[in-house]
């Protein structure tokens, strides 16, 4: 951490903010300049608040010059982290892996034909959502158990791994024996109190970049997994709001590259969220791929149009397994297999 | 809904979406019109997904025409809620309340001289935090019970009402002896199992926008407790995420006078949050006030320098008596009382 | 500028930044800390493009810290700058002030009824727009010259100040005989011939934020202005874009604050661009002052709901009048006169 | 146009919405429904300002049902519009075109390298600013006239076509012998009167989408050259601001298929602009081709540290070379040449 004194501050405000600093536990670097004072922490920086220096009398600015997590950190382990699944499957090797299903389990002929659809594209996971967070209180809230217990049973049936969303720490223990990856949903990126019971449990988490999130808040949350033992996390680029309206959130495709310098973790796009358009969900796929993704989510329906949720974002099969060749084929040109 | 045809769409495709939208259980009128042809749904439309609509084939566009929520909407108590608390203080009323505490309950001494303060200067509700959801795993997290044991204890020595954060259903029991009021936060705004939990309870609940929210998706968050039958519910203003850097959210002031115009629930302005600096919190409570604030919430400490979270928004008691002075002259100005 | 290498960087990678730094005509301070080495450079950096360095190999992060605007800053003109004009008003003292008017001149009798209006609400500026940047080519696009002749004859008739925007440099020449000051649009904010041939003008200029400038921006921008020689620039809040639309943009009521702070310019805000919601007209303005606007900026029209633009945000001549009655009262609430 | 009638509108509010409609010049279809009356406009409604009926008594929401524009629209020329310039090189068709060279053309060492590379990596555009808009009015602005010469020059020698911001109209004359393409900056993408000139010429006009602009207002401002007549209009995305700030700007990949729905003109990425970062061009650059862009402009440089201007975004002529050869691949991958 650096603050960078006001032209003008007093030598009584240089100390004040001295002793401040020394307090939060750090030692303390002046560096006195002609025109202007600058103060650099040296220690463990990781935990302190740095707008608390920031209104200190004298102050003008303070930055942040280590970055504010550890484990989640490029240099923790720069060979890159690959997870690994019961059913052989990995993420984030040189092979892209494609994860789809339905938003909404709804019954046995729905995902037992996605599940078929999704082998045959040469897919590895089955990902279904059991515990629904909707926005509105009169829409449906999905199946819970039951829908997972066909969930296990049809990816069983094809040799996939499965994904669903854990809405709250009391799911985590009932899910366990249907769910081969956690998914924690946008809106729950930063319920630390999930991500925290999600980092004593020992199956990977799959973690999604809340809407307004920034890159860095993203690797924070993810340290809350990685500081319990859990090392087996995905990260997941599914769109961020800003103020364009023609797409439902604006894909970061940029956050793909930046998340492959900033840390180790494998990173997956899902181009069905990123979009909320299924004219879209190809070109941005690809360009996922492109991009360096390690893996893919997408929402697939036999009956998109009449899907419960997510209707409009959901591809038909047809078009999946379409999308799933013609990825190949961008997977090969970036030096990849799919 | 109103479902906008394309201006070469065919009577095949026209049927289709009329098909699609009887199937969702509304009646469909059609206008046929030189260039396009519009189908109005008529019926209950609350639960509709309108964006499955807008993939269908020969749709140019799809629009809402009433609200998504029907609890929270103006129209169902056009007088306005007025919530009422143990210590006979209310929000909603022509009076403008003042709700102070520090972030964190960090011991009795601090507490305290807070609520004495809070007192002094006219207020009525003692806020606190005991759960803290922090970015970083390496924050300190809270005291927990023993801290609201303290806020009960400190409040009722003043004759205010108690409001603390819960931030997952397990705490809703727990905290029931020591809360007047339940607040939930920005990043909880759209954790839907809390609330719908928080509807079957029957006190308070201080709900606050989360960074990305839009105003809608803040009614509809509401409309959770509500249709649980907990109508006593408080909207709260804290900021949102926007490009702007110079305060560490953009508060979004003219919220206020929307969310009047929408709702009959009252909306409390939270201007330590909503700029994340000390020096900033002072005009932007007097703008609020100005605005039509129901009720303020400000963060304060005996020795803002040193609180262990949000120090740098957090205002010295003297300077909270100050403000709150002022804000009584603005609010005589907009004719009300404080 | 701070530059702070990564941990692991190289004695060559340091040298390297050393010698990039000097070549840019700056003086480099090195702190080698057990971790981290630190450059700070010293001498001019107000014209040093900073990405420059945070690209070069072995770096981290790059930060300014000075200010990158001179004239513009409080510490150039402490005590305030007042902008003074030929009726005698004044804007950046302890008066504030109004200007209002028509989004665009129609024709005489709309113009005299408004300047009637603005007068007799003890505004001292009319304003009205004459040349009009439209979104669509297939929109009305002002009356030009003729427009402005009108507006000098109605403003002469009541002593009002007249205010017009300039859309470039064509017209800056003939805008001068009718124009007390010169208003640049949002759009053109960083249009920097146009801000550098103003600051060879001398005549007040307001200029108002663009919606997606940082306020660092808008000051930048008000630098080109100021180095030119004319010191007579006037800041304007107009809203923001954002991801809510409840309102057109997001009024960024805290810019005026933030605004006070790192400028000595005053600042006017404008409610009827910042909400594009007549509706929202009267609260806004009133936070604003409360806020610490030093001027209004809003448009009114005697047939409003029958203005050729932006009529969904201005006031009928009744409506505004009393809004200024209100706003006079928040005035003397917040220590200042209108 | 669609106008939805609040639940309680009278009949009185009814008509007067209506009557206002009519003023506009559209006809008006009536649906009363059994809770709510629809008005639907019919007849040219591209001009009409929608904000003014959302304050009308009685007016619930305003929602426009058919495209702002017409001839920038896809109906308009369904085949898609192919670009062609002097010397062979077209944009639009199956041939991803390459655009690359310097920020700011420096001195004719520096661009005949550049020219170079850009013809022996297989482009056909060189691209360099003589003006340049900068932030601060500190900064070098550019070498004007000398500097196209140069250009003009260092193409000729290697058969590129050439490219330039233009920054306002007075300088369209001057630059008309030395651009087979005007760039129209970020900045300038709503300056309407220099639009509505380059419709005038005969030369193809690059347009960049504005940091803050909608897909739909860069459409808007297509048509104001397209409606001049001048039809050969290239569109570009090249970043928007959004609260992320890892990279510069968030580029947003998803407008490329978004643009390619609606309308008929050509696509052109800026990885370089969009994310202002030297190792974020390369993914990027792949991610566009594989989303469809018609055409990549890259920042080039052979001492791109030492850049005058962008340095942080410009690669290396070796690495821009290597790129090309990777987007190659990409090309043929998405069935295109490059």
Do not use: W
């Not at 608390?52 to 504010?68: C, D, N, T, Y």
């Not at 956690?182 to 990126?189: E, K, L, Y």
């Not at 973690?207 to 999130?213: D, P």
């Not at 060749?325 to 090969?332: F, N, P, S, V």
């Amino acid at each position: 951490m650096i603050v960078a004194m006001q032209e003008n501050a007093t030598e009584e405000q240089i100390n004040g903010v001295i002793e401040v600093m020394e307090e939060s536990g750090v030692h303390v670097h002046r560096t006195t300049g002609a025109m202007q004072t600058i103060l650099a922490a040296v220690g463990n920086t990781a935990g302190l608040d740095l707008s608390k220096f920031e209104v200190l009398a004298g102050v003008m600015h303070v930055h942040r010059i280590s970055a504010p997590y550890k484990l989640a950190g490029r240099a923790f382990r720069p060979e890159g982290t690959v997870v690994e699944f019961p059913n052989g499957a990995v993420i984030g090797g040189q092979k892209i892996a494609i994860m789809a299903g339905p938003c909404t389990i709804e019954n046995r002929d729905q995902l037992f034909a996605i599940a078929a659809s999704v082998k045959a594209a040469g897919g590895s996971f089955l990902r279904g959502g059991a515990y629904k967070p909707r926005t509105s209180p009169y829409s449906f809230q999905g199946l819970g158990i039951p829908g997972l217990e066909l969930m296990r049973e049809a990816a069983a049936a094809h040799g996939l791994a499965t994904v669903s969303e854990v809405m709250e720490i009391a799911q985590i223990g009932p899910m366990l024996p249907y769910v081969d990856c956690f998914q924690v949903g946008a809106r729950n990126m930063q319920n630390f109190n999930l991500l925290r019971e999600l980092g004593q449990v020992r199956k990977p988490v799959l973690l999604k970049r809340g809407i307004a999130a920034t890159v860095e808040e993203l690797l924070l949350s993810s340290e809350y997994i990685l500081s319990g033992g859990n090392y087996d996390v995905i990260l997941c680029e599914r769109g961020i709001r800003t103020y364009e309206t023609s797409t439902r959130n604006t894909m970061d495709i940029s956050a793909i590259p930046v998340l492959h310098k900033l840390t180790h973790l494998p990173v997956v796009a899902d181009p069905s969220h990123g979009t909320g358009r299924r004219d879209m969900v190809a070109p941005m796929a690809k360009a996922s791929v492109a991009a360096g993704a390690d893996a893919l989510l997408i929402e697939i329906h036999p009956n998109a149009d009449k899907s419960v949720s997510d209707a409009a974002q959901t591809l038909y099969l047809d078009q999946f397994e379409k999308l799933v060749k013609e990825l190949r084929l961008i997977a090969t040109a970036v030096g990849r297999t799919l």
